[in-house]
T-cell receptor
């Protein structure tokens, strides 16, 4: 079952612009995580936000979480061509269940 | 360096053959996972293991089997019963059961000829 649903499915921006991706989920969560995947590679963990947190920063990344709306957003500021990748949100439920991934947003940053 | 190693990176199989994908980690993580990824899709959980000699089915376990005889190793066998095995397979591990960050291998791409 895929709990997270990212929006948009694909996003194309110019270098230097900000990129915003959204994730919606269906049930209560323990935490929400964002991952990045370069084409043909494994996923790399970017950031984890717990259910009692509203915002978190890591370098050029800003993640927000709204548990009342069951949604999260990932903002990448001042994007670079090297940010081109797919970005996935993943949720950990309140029960003893493994991470459930969404289908991802494909980001293209054009130099 | 610590990490997860998957092998082989590319694998071709004839229909009716079983194949085993290797996954080894030296991170001393308790939990390990296998995910399947199809083109343009997210990850779907096949099997996971939270402790040695124990594992649970994920959402798409049919046609797959696993073993967890050692903490470091979690091999996945794609059996001939799997009707559509061509996919990208990703192994991951985590330190804490189910709640923590996942560390991924580089994946194995299986193609059925």
């Amino acid at each position: 079952s895929q709990q997270g649903e990212e929006d948009p499915q694909a996003l194309s921006i110019q270098e230097g612009e900000n990129a915003t991706m959204n994730c919606s989920y269906k049930t209560s969560i323990n935490n929400l995580q964002w991952y990045r995947q370069n084409s043909g590679r494994g996923l790399v963990h970017l950031i984890l936000i717990r259910s009692n947190e509203r915002e978190k920063h890591s370098g050029r990344l800003r993640v927000t979480l709204d548990t009342s709306k069951k949604s999260s957003s990932l903002l990448i500021t001042a994007s670079r061509a090297a940010d081109t990748a797919s970005y996935f949100c993943a949720t950990v439920g309140s029960g003893n269940t493994p991470l459930v991934f969404g289908k991802g947003t494909r980001l293209s940053v054009i130099a | 360096d610590g990490g997860i190693t998957q092998s082989p990176k590319y694998l071709f199989r004839k229909e009716g053959q079983n194949v085993t994908l290797s996954c080894e980690q030296n991170l001393n993580h308790d939990a390990m996972y296998w995910y399947r990824q199809d083109p343009g899709q997210g990850l779907r959980l096949i099997y996971y293991s939270q402790i040695v000699n124990d594992f649970q089915k994920g959402d798409i376990a049919e046609g797959y089997s696993v073993s967890r005889e050692k903490k470091e190793s979690f091999p996945l066998t794609v059996t001939s019963a799997q009707k559509n095995p061509t996919a990208f397979y990703l192994c991951a591990s985590s330190q804490s059961r189910n709640t923590g960050e996942l560390f991924f291998g580089e994946g194995s791409r299986l193609t059925v000829l």
